[in-house]
């Protein structure tokens, strides 16, 4: 899954992250075709075909949960982004994190509260996003 795409997220960019969340909805997307991604992910066809042609869309965690989705043996979208969420808020209680300490150190226009709120679902959250505040909460929380 997305928060599992590379052994050690810490020591990559975030660009570099973005790029290996890329390969694994890519490998989906190899596998399963961009149709079938498309129409049981519901997304845009065009932005199916993009990903799989190199290109990084803009994309929100849960359109790319819902594209891991397809390819899962029986984890829905929903789990998918909760286990994102839930390995997040647990390097961020590991790490001694709060999300005034993330919203300074990570090169995003989003205020502590608009990450909390990200982070909880109660703002959707780009995967532009998710790869930044990955990144820095796992360098925290590395031992």
Do not use: F, W
């Amino acid at each position: 899954m997305l928060h599992e795409a590379v052994d050690e997220p810490e020591t990559l960019s975030p660009q570099q992250l973005r790029e290996a969340y890329d390969a694994e909805l890519r490998a989906v997307i190899d596998a399963q075709g961009i149709e079938r991604v498309a129409t049981a992910a519901d997304l845009p066809t065009e932005s199916v075909a993009a990903l799989a042609s190199g290109e990084s869309p803009s994309m929100t965690l849960s359109e790319a949960a819902a594209i891991l989705a397809v390819d899962s043996e029986g984890r829905d979208a929903d789990v998918i982004v909760q286990e994102v969420r839930d390995y997040l808020l647990m390097g961020m209680t590991t790490g001694v994190l709060d999300v005034d300490t993330i919203a300074s150190n990570v090169d995003l226009d989003l205020s502590g509260q608009e990450i909390q709120q990200a982070i909880e679902g109660r703002i959707r959250m780009t995967l532009d996003e998710l790869a930044s505040i990955h990144g820095y909460v796992a360098g925290r929380s590395a031992p």
